[in-house]
């Protein structure tokens, strides 16, 4: 090819060091105040608990922290369903860097969509 283009790299060519995902998200990214926030504040005196969790209950939960931080990016991104929420988790590098890789499913991320209906 000629010079007249730029040219990318080649998808599945190495690196010999990769960039780690904290690379990806800049300095001044909105994600990082909330990742902050969330650290500063006491779950415990806000009445989450995990007085209910027991280790025979299953898979370990989520941490109270990471939910909230989720729910906050969704709120500042106009995101309200649980299924777009899990979908920006696996595709959107901003929210893998804040969940730190971890992938909650849209049945751990109950939203107001959800609501019961009276019958």
Not at 8 to 13: A, D, I, L, S, V
Not at 19 to 46: F, G, K, T
Request: charged residues 25%.
């Amino acid at each position: 090819m000629s010079n007249i283009y730029k040219e990318g790299q080649h998808r599945k060519q190495q690196m010999l060091f990769p960039p780690s995902i904290d690379e990806y998200v800049s300095e001044d990214n909105p994600v990082r105040v909330i990742d902050e926030y969330v650290e500063l504040l006491d779950v415990a005196q806000l009445g989450f608990t995990k007085a209910a969790l027991t280790v025979t209950d299953g898979q370990p939960a989520y941490h109270p922290k990471l939910l909230l931080k989720i729910y906050i990016y969704g709120y500042l991104n106009k995101i309200r369903s649980s299924r777009k929420l899990e979908r920006e988790i696996k595709r959107n590098i901003e929210m893998m860097w804040l969940c730190a890789g971890l992938t909650p499913s849209n049945k751990t991320l109950p939203t107001s969509e959800k609501r019961t209906h009276n019958l």
